[in-house]
C-alpha cells in the first residue's frame, strides 16, 4: 500500500475510497470473538495506513454500526460522522419519524417483550 500512496504523492494524484459495510463480518461473527477479533484487527490497520494520507481525498464508510462506538476506529480523530448532519441524515439511514412511522408496530413489539422479561426477573 505504501508503493500506492508514494506513487499518487509523486504523481499528484488522489484516490477516493468507498467501504460499504465495514461491519458486515463484525455483525456475522459477533457471537464467534476470535473470527470478530481478527476482523475488528484488519479494519483498524486498514484504517491505521490509509489515516492522514494526502493522496486520500476522501473515505466513505457505510454500516450499521456507529463509528464512534467501535474501537476499530479509536486511532480515527479525523472523522466526521456525516450521519449528524440534517442535510445528509437521509440518506444515512432513517430520520426518527420514519423509524415511529415504518417500525412502530417492531418497537410496540420490543417494548411488549422487555417488559415481559423485567417481569419475570
Do not use: W
Not at 476506529?73 to 445528509?88: A, M, N, Q, R
Not at 419519524?97 to 420490543?110: G, M, R, T, W
Request: include cysteine; proline fraction near 2%.
Amino acid at each position: 500500500m505504501n508503493n500506492l500512496f508514494s506513487y499518487l504523492n509523486s504523481n499528484e494524484k488522489s484516490i477516493v475510497i468507498l467501504i460499504d459495510e465495514y461491519d458486515c463480518q463484525l455483525t456475522a461473527n459477533i457471537n464467534n470473538p476470535e473470527l470478530y477479533n481478527k476482523f475488528q484487527e484488519c479494519i483498524r490497520y486498514l484504517y491505521a495506513v490509509i489515516k492522514g494520507k494526502d493522496a486520500v481525498e476522501f473515505l466513505g464508510i457505510t454500516g450499521v454500526t456507529r463509528l464512534k462506538d467501535e474501537s476499530i476506529f479509536s486511532v480515527g480523530s479525523d472523522i466526521k460522522d456525516l450521519s449528524y448532519f440534517p442535510g445528509i441524515a437521509t440518506i444515512c439511514g432513517f430520520t426518527k419519524d420514519e423509524i415511529k412511522h415504518y417500525y412502530h408496530d417492531y418497537l410496540n413489539l420490543a417494548v411488549s417483550c422487555e417488559q415481559k422479561l423485567q417481569l419475570n426477573k
